[in-house]
């Protein structure tokens, strides 16, 4: 396997949807490739770390705003 | 009014399909509920859609009111969240072309970038590269290189990876083919990584 041939599948890989046959074949290539070893573990650090950390937080006031702008909904429609 | 069947043999019926069958009769607090657990992903993504506070307010405000007054048009067929998902990423889109007038906005245009196509930064990470910037630090490392890739880069790797669509599902939302999604998703994780090794790098020994 090429190092282009990984980089196809490196989503599937990391999105745990390949087969155990290319998972296999996958791993062997990681095994013998630093590159690619870096660039598959970086790119689900990636991830992981735009998951885990909250960068945009829910202003302060905007639930108490909607839920009063429901209410009034409310009022008119139910 | 949609009625909801189950398919026999699909899934039990998922918790919010019975919040919103409780709003449908008229119980307001059913919908506070749903509100709570999906306040924050709403906002999220309209902030990395529309990059602006005052816009993403509005757009969260806008969206749940939208939903809440559309629910009899909510099929049970697809999930209440990636529903409302669909309305807020409309309504982003919507603010973002309002604010510029002129301007064409898409999400469906493709582009073309060789940036991050190809990995050329090989470096390793350090190990916990987070713990060398403080939370503030690096929630601005986080937003600044996420508003710099493509718009139609950042709302896939958004939907997909921060707040966990399905393929299938952020394809239907933005109106995409699966294997548009597919290859900008790959995109846009490479480039962030990519941008992200300038921060996160292991550095050669004495420096920080």
């Given at each position: 396997m090429t190092c282009s041939e990984f980089l196809a599948l490196l989503d599937d890989l990391i999105d745990d949807s390949v087969n155990t046959e290319t998972r296999t074949e996958l791993e062997?290539?990681?095994?013998?490739?630093?590159?690619?070893?870096?660039?598959?573990?970086?790119?689900?650090?990636?991830?992981?770390?735009y998951r885990s950390h909250e960068i945009y937080e829910l202003p302060s006031g905007l639930r108490e705003r909607l839920h009063a702008a429901i209410m009034s909904r409310c009022k008119k429609g139910c | 009014m949609a009625t909801i069947q189950p398919i026999a043999g699909e899934n039990e019926q998922h918790p919010d399909v019975a919040l919103v069958e409780r709003v449908r009769a008229g119980d307001v607090s059913a919908y506070d509920t749903l509100v709570r657990k999906y306040e924050r992903q709403i906002f999220r993504i309209a902030q990395h859609i529309t990059q602006n506070r005052e816009d993403a307010e509005d757009v969260m405000q806008d969206a749940f009111l939208k939903a809440y007054?559309?629910?009899?048009?909510?099929?049970?067929?697809?999930?209440?969240?990636?529903?409302?998902?669909?309305?807020?990423?409309?309504?982003?889109?919507?603010?973002?072309r309002k604010r510029r007038t002129g301007k064409m906005v898409s999400i469906d245009e493709d582009v073309e970038t060789e940036e991050g196509s190809v990995p050329r930064d090989l470096?390793?990470?350090?190990?916990?590269?987070?713990?060398?910037y403080t939370q503030s630090e690096l929630a601005e490392?986080?937003?600044k290189t996420i508003q710099g890739l493509p718009q139609g880069f950042r709302i896939v790797f958004v939907l997909r990876d921060v707040e966990g669509l399905s393929t299938e599902e952020t394809a239907e939302t933005l109106g995409l083919s699966i294997p548009a999604v597919k290859s900008r998703l790959l995109r846009a994780r490479l480039q962030?990584?990519?941008?992200?090794?300038?921060?996160?790098?292991?550095?050669?020994?004495g420096e920080k």
């Open positions: 062997k290539h990681l095994k013998g490739c630093e590159h690619c070893e870096v660039t598959f573990n970086t790119t689900r650090k990636t991830i992981e770390i | 007054e559309k629910l009899d048009q909510f099929q049970g067929n697809s999930k209440f969240y990636t529903w409302l998902v669909r309305i807020a990423v409309n309504e982003s889109l919507m603010r973002l470096a390793d990470w350090a190990p916990d590269p987070e713990q060398n490392i986080l937003r962030l990584r990519e941008r992200l090794s300038r921060y996160f790098r292991r550095k050669k020994g």
